[in-house]
């Protein structure tokens, strides 16, 4: 029997409990967050940064800080990229950055290169004490040393796969799907 494409691999609830679990493993890791801040990479990380926060102000009774990043400027992929977004927000940091403990959050971690982006990116606007990384989906295939420390799905693809990360917010429904 052939596989038909889209397959939707998460679905609401899925996504829902994965960013409590991520926001329960760095409630553990972390013990509190006076000096903790999740940034989220443009466009849907930053959605998830927000979820994970809101999950984890629930669990610790204290809201970590949020931002957002956008990355374009220090990616290594303009002239190939066709889903080129306009009218895309800047980075929005509404707090310093030294001698924080800083969470990046990607809906998917693939190559790496976004994430080496994100914190060329961080590092013009200050020296964070440390940088950890939470995403939804690893999907494999990193060309970087680059890894998660929190992550929501481990999904093996091929390369020729891509990985869709919806969220209501940005796309008016929820879902991850392997599209060939």
Do not use: W
């Not at 939470?134 to 091929?158: M, S």
Request: contains cysteine; hydrophobic residues 40%.
């Amino acid at each position: 029997m052939k596989e038909s494409f889209p397959r939707q691999i998460m679905d609401a609830d899925h996504i829902r409990r994965a960013v409590n679990r991520m926001a329960h493993e760095i409630c553990e890791r972390h013990k509190g967050v006076p000096d903790l801040a999740l940034i989220g990479i443009m466009t849907r990380g930053d959605v998830l940064a927000q979820r994970i926060a809101d999950q984890i102000g629930k669990i610790e009774q204290a809201t970590p800080a949020v931002g957002a990043l956008d990355i374009t400027f220090h990616r290594d992929d303009t002239s190939t990229r066709t889903d080129r977004q306009p009218g895309r927000r800047p980075s929005h940091l509404p707090f310093s950055l030294e001698n924080r403990r800083i969470i990046l959050v990607d809906d998917v971690l693939y190559t790496g290169r976004s994430i080496r982006a994100a914190m060329d990116e961080l590092i013009d606007y200050g020296r964070p004490r440390a940088i950890q990384l939470a995403v939804l989906v690893d999907r494999g295939h990193r060309e970087l040393p680059i890894h998660a420390d929190y992550v929501g799905k481990n999904l093996p693809t091929a390369e020729k796969e891509k990985v869709d990360v919806l969220l209501q917010e940005c796309d008016g429904r929820e879902g991850v799907f392997i599209i060939k």
